[in-house]
């Protein structure tokens, strides 16, 4: 296992368009949470899966977004009817405990 | 309002230098983690502390968790310039599920 996989790296999009981001996190964790994060900031939490349970979700997740983790394995992140705000870097990560998290690479989306 | 400060926000000294930088809050965490990014990438875990008044050292870097486990700092001698990166504090609030982050330390380490 290889550590926690993000597709696409990078996102180019059109408002109004809807997009959808792909993690996979290490086999063995339960645990998968999604942040995002703007230039010069620290990562922003958005929601937290305990295996295919969505246990969190932040005020920042409007009902333009969506994550899944059906099965408990991967999860997706969708973005509907996107907005220029919406440009950010969405990361992944994965634990089994509260803390210890190992990111992914991101995925960097552009709204145009 | 950031519920973990870090400071400084940017700091860029010569190679051979020591620096500190902070990371504070007035609540109290069940454990704080310490993160690097580079740029394009997903930060990487250097070191978590969980006990009040815990120092880890990770070669020339340094790491403290006050004793109220409401702050850390990061010390780090003899700068490289591979030392260059976005630093992060992160922390898991007591009784909460999930990390919240600091704004990052930009560090810039000069030839």
């Known amino acids: 296992d290889t550590g926690v996989s993000q597709d696409p790296r990078h996102k180019i999009t059109k408002r109004g368009q809807n997009v959808t981001f792909r993690c996979d996190p290490i086999?063995?964790?339960?645990?998968l949470y999604w942040y995002r994060q703007t230039l010069g900031q620290g990562p922003e939490f958005l929601t937290y899966?305990?295996?295919?349970?969505?246990?969190?979700k932040s005020r920042l997740l409007s009902d333009r977004f969506s994550a899944e983790r059906p099965k408990g394995s991967f999860s997706t992140l969708e973005i509907q009817r996107t907005e220029q705000g919406d440009s950010a870097m969405y990361l992944c990560?994965?634990?089994?405990?509260?803390?210890?998290?190992?990111f992914g690479s991101g995925t960097r989306l552009t709204v145009v | 309002t950031q519920l973990l400060e870090q400071s400084p926000q940017f700091l860029s000294i010569q190679e051979g230098e020591n620096l500190t930088v902070y990371c504070n809050s007035s609540s109290v965490f069940s454990s704080l983690q310490w993160y690097r990014q580079e740029p394009g990438e997903g930060p990487v875990l250097l070191v978590t502390?969980?006990?009040?008044?815990e120092v880890k050292k990770l070669k020339r870097l340094t790491f403290q968790f006050g004793d109220a486990r409401k702050d850390s700092s990061l010390h780090i001698t003899a700068a490289q310039p591979g030392d260059t990166g976005l630093y992060l504090c992160a922390g898991v609030i007591q009784g909460a599920q999930k990390l919240v982050f600091g704004q990052g330390t930009r560090l810039t380490i000069n030839p």
């Open positions: 086999s063995e964790h339960n645990r």
């Open positions: 899966f305990q295996n295919e349970a969505q246990l969190e």
């Open positions: 502390v969980v006990t009040g008044g």
């Open positions: 990560a994965s634990s089994l405990q509260t803390y210890g998290y190992t």
